[in-house]
């Protein structure tokens, strides 16, 4: 499929995956505490509300996408609010970051848009390169899960996901859940949770 004009679909409004609230499972995942308040990476942060939500959380939090138009919006929302977060137009798989390592990388839809497995492979690289130690990397994804439809985010299987994130990181959890947004109904999706290895994958285990 060809590219998207990202900046095209951003100036037209053609954004179904964009809304004015913080992702449910966003929100929902840091009620455990489990990552400490410390620095955030939100990938394909859209118009920044995830961004900004994290940011009055208590992260320092770095936005980033690839559309120019959808950080002119994320800087514009964001306004004159006195909080620890910046946005940036970059490539996340070709551009330089000076900041990090982060406490937490998110993404909402941005590994699935990638139709090569190199490509994801590569995404998962770049998380692993930037995750501290204990850090963790939250990752919302279109299912191969529900009925056929014509719209909607692009559909990875869950193969593909282990495929490309366990060489290089540990899957915490893989678990079916529903993208709202302004979607005209809810499509399944996964909530990928990872962290890096402190010991490499050991090989499958083979019987002759």
């Known amino acids: ?16 995956w964009d809304s004015e609230d913080p992702d449910e499972h966003l929100v929902e995942f840091l009620r ?18 995830n961004a900004l939500w994290l940011a009055r959380q208590g992260f320092a939090v770095l936005g980033m996408d690839i559309s120019s138009a959808a950080i002119e919006k994320a800087r514009a929302k964001a306004g004159t609010a006195v ?27 941005c590994f699935h848009v990638f139709d090569k497995a190199e490509d994801r492979a ?9 995750l501290k130690r204990d ?44 993208f709202q947004a302004q979607l005209e109904e809810p499509v399944a999706a996964w909530q990928c949770l990872s962290r890096p290895r402190w010991v490499p994958a050991q090989p499958s285990t083979r019987r002759d």
Do not use: N, Q
Request: charged share 35%; hydrophobic share 35%.
């Open 1 to 16: 499929m060809p590219r998207p004009d990202w900046d095209e679909r951003y100036r037209a409004g053609e954004t179904p």
């Open 32 to 49: 455990d505490g489990s990552v400490e308040r410390g620095r955030a990476l939100d990938v394909g942060c859209g118009t920044g509300t």
């Open 83 to 109: 909080l620890d977060c910046r946005f940036a137009t970059a490539d996340f798989l070709r551009d330089a970051l000076t900041d990090g390592p982060f406490d937490l990388v998110f993404d909402r839809g």
């Open 122 to 130: 590569r995404f998962v690289e770049r998380v692993a390169s930037l």
């Open 135 to 178: 850090g963790r990397w939250l990752s919302l994804i279109g299912s191969t899960e529900g009925p056929e439809r014509d719209s909607g985010p692009p559909r990875r299987s869950a193969r593909d996901i282990v495929g490309a994130i366990e060489p290089k990181l540990e899957i915490v959890e893989l678990r079916s859940i529903e």
